[in-house]
Each structure stands twice: as structure tokens, then as C-alpha cells.
């Protein structure tokens, strides 16, 4: 619960908390009768997209986000150590770590191919498994929908997930499937975290396309149902009925994408198979990401056209003298695959699951963001809103969380999560990552046609004791850590 008080910080560390602490202090900030609340850790980023060139990460400080974990849906660096100690020489905002993504690890020893490993592979992909958690790395994420994961067979994914727990690491899933096969998916992230002998988590958990809105109810029953069996298993979500991923990815089949870009080329120049593919196409436009209709289909960047950002796919298909039809709109795809791919925005989910799954107590919250360069491209808005649109939107104005729910799930179950025992809460001896925000006004103001708006309603954000943010601007302190894993030597 919330109380009024005063919060005295030594260096990096809060040294008390009180009704009224007197004395002097060097600098001393007057939050008024805004919330103090833990600075926001957000478990699911892909902060490595963008942080290079902002090292302030403005679109998630100014959202009070003062920790940001990268390495999901199965992607990170490999080796890992270099990565993290490049974030430390860049010096960013932010604090940051990472999981260590069993894709990548998959992708190094065998490439990008569908079929099981050997037992010799097996035994490479370990031992890449423990130099990832020895280097620092959080858990292992999978990306079972993506290429090379969705080729991984559970018992492969467990065999790694055993090497997690062994350094205290936990697991993190963007499922194989979060459509009509939704419901296998959340047994199979169940299973991992059973047999891998370590907590488990359904990443940026979600229900895509129109026939199967609803099943966040069975969804949530096999959540209760397994942690009433012991299991450790939680979720996340980021705030909005839209996806965001490559439109390859979405919108063609895995099979197709199997291999190199040469191959996934010869296969779209093959009459026979471009035909399956269009098949498969349409199938994943009409039922899954593509919600039913081209328009619900838009892109946030296209390296081979720029100006395409923000345009749908219907758009796109009319743009090349095409009827935006489902079949015209396959074609679109695999002809813009060929040109090099979009990334893309993807309309297919509905708002009564978004609010159930976020009313779980389970459930935390996370972007699932990256770091945009501001007004460059146009990416999904959850980069700029996520913990603001939940302040705003969720508990403010449709009061379907409290605040100090909606705060738990931002910071104290994250950091317990992630095992990171000294932030998360304001107590002594904790470090002070701190967000100050105003629950009258806070809010998004990035949408999906305009993006690149920062969040609205925060004072001032501090990491380990300094200032990063305040009167509406980014100071010059760029106080972030990097967070290891426990299982680091
Ligand atoms: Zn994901």
C-alpha cells in the first residue's frame, strides 16, 4: 500500500524511508504529492535494436523504466560476455541484462535447420549453455514460432533449460504458437519449466486471430492448474491488441524460411512450392497475425523501401495494382520477402483477452520493446507507452487494476523473477532506482499511427541514486549497470 514519506539515498543506495526524515542533503527533491514507486523493470526487450545509437534509451526512461532485459524469443549475442561488456563501456541510462536465447545457441552448432540434433550437438549446445550463464545471462529464452526454435523439439529445449537451473536461471518463452494452437504452447512453456527444473514464463503472453478470442480463459485455467502443481510458471504482457514482428516471420510458413536467405529464395522462385507457400499464406493472413484483412497488416520499417513504414498491407497490394484480397495479399508478402523483408504491425487480438490476461496476478508487465530512433520508421507504440498506457489506461481510467498492482507488476515481481534481490522495493539498502510519476496524468501518447511520443506525467527517474530524468528532459548522468545472472564467474 501507498503512504506518505520521505526517502533519504546515499551514493547508489536508499538509506531510509520514513513518515519524515529531517537533516540536510546535499540535493533534495520535492515529489509533491506525485508516487514514488520502484523504478519499472521491464523483463522482455530487445533494447540491442537502438541502443548503440541512444544510450539514454529516452523512449523507456521517460516512462520510468530503469531496467531493461534483453536476449528474448530465443535471440541474444553469442558469446554473451563481450555484448555485456560493450553495454558497460557504452554507458547507458538504464540498467541492463540479458538472457542467453536457446535460437542463437541452436543456430551457432547446427544453423538454421529442421531437424533434431545429435547427441554430439546436444553436448556443443550445452556447453555454449553454461558459458552463456557463467558470462552472466538471466535464464534462456526460446523463440519455439520463430526459425531455428520452432525445428526444436521440447526434450532439446529441456536438455538446455537444465543447464539454466544449474546456475539459478529461469526460462522465458515467446511460444510456438500463440493461435490456434495456443493452449499446446502453454502446456509445452509449462513442461519446460517441469522438466527443466526451473521457473518458466510466458512471454508478452497473447491470443491471435479472430476464432480464437477467448481462450485467455483456458489459458489462464492451465497457468492455475499448473502452479497449483508446483509449477513456477508466470507471464507477461505488453498493454495492446497489436503484435509486432518481421512479416516473414507472421505471414509466411517456418518450413518456408528454413536455412539461408539463398534458400528461402529458390523456394519462392519454385512454381510449386511458391504455390504451398501462398496456401500457407493465406491461411496465416485470414486466421492468425493477419487478422482476417490486408489492413490490419502495417509496417513499422522496410529496409528496401523506407517510405513504406506506416502503410498497411493492403495499401501496399493496391499500391501494385492489386485488389487488396487475402490471395492478392499473399502475393504481396512473398514479393516483399523477396525485396528484403518489413518488419510489421499486426491487428488480430482482442481487448478481453488483453484485460484478463493483465488482471492475473501472474502476470507482469513488459514492452517487448526496442529502442527507436526517435522519429525514424514506425515502430509499435509499446517502445514509447507500455508502463504508462497501464498507469493511464488501465488503472486510472478503466480502473481494471489498482495502483499498487499495477506498480508490483512493473517492479517487485520482475525483480524477484529475475533474482535480483536489491531493487525492485524502496527499503534500505536497496538501490535507488526510483520513478516519480503524477497517477492524474500520466499516460501514452504513442500510437500507431504516430509513434514517436514520449509518455506523459513523469517528474523525475532515478538509477542507483542519480537523476537521468527530470523537468521533462534527459540530464547528462548515465548511471546504468549491468545486471548479471547469479550464475556468473
Ligand atoms: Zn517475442
Known sequence: MWFRGDIAIQGD???????????????????????????????????????????????????????????????????????????AQLRTSVNIGAFVGQGSVRSEVMGDVNRKATPEEIGRMTALMETAMRDGALGISTGLFYVPGTFTPTDEVIALAKVAAKYGGMHESHQRDDASKVLDSVRETIAIGEGGGLPTQVSHAKVVGTANFGKSKEMLALIDAARARGVDVTLDQYPYTASS????????????????????????????????????????????????????????????????????????????????????????????VEQGGCQGIFHAMSEDDLVRILKHPATMIASDGEVPIFGRANPHPRSYGTFARVLGRYVRDEHVLTLEEAVRKMTSFPAARLGFTDRGVLRPGMKADIAIFDPATVRDTATFTAPHQYAEGFFAVLVNGQVIFENGAMTPARPGQILYGRGRR
Open 245 to 336: 514482428t518481421s512479416v516473414a516471420a507472421a505471414l509466411l510458413p517456418a518450413w518456408a524460411l528454413e536455412g539461408t536467405r539463398a534458400d528461402q529464395l529458390a523456394r519462392l522462385k519454385d512454381p510449386a512450392q511458391r504455390a504451398r507457400i501462398k496456401s500457407d499464406s493465406i491461411a496465416m493472413i485470414r486466421d492468425e497475425r493477419g487478422g482476417g484483412d490486408a489492413k490490419n497488416v502495417q509496417f513499422a520499417s522496410c529496409g528496401f523501401d523506407p517510405s513504406l513504414a506506416g502503410k498497411t498491407l493492403a495499401d501496399l497490394t493496391r499500391q501494385r495494382g492489386l485488389e487488396p484480397t487475402i490471395p492478392n495479399a499473399a502475393d504481396t508478402t512473398m514479393w516483399l
Open 13 to 87: 543506495t536508499i538509506v531510509r524511508v520514513a513518515p519524515s526524515i529531517e537533516g540536510v542533503a546535499r540535493r533534495t527533491i520535492d515529489a509533491g504529492g506525485r508516487v514514488v514507486s520502484p523504478g519499472f523493470i521491464d523483463i522482455h526487450t530487445h533494447a540491442r535494436r537502438g541502443i548503440n545509437q541512444v544510450p539514454t534509451a529516452d523512449n523507456y526512461t521517460r516512462q520510468g523504466v530503469t531496467t531493461v532485459i534483453e536476449g528474448p524469443d530465443g535471440s541474444s549475442p553469442l558469446p554473451l560476455r563481450p555484448f555485456l561488456d560493450a553495454l
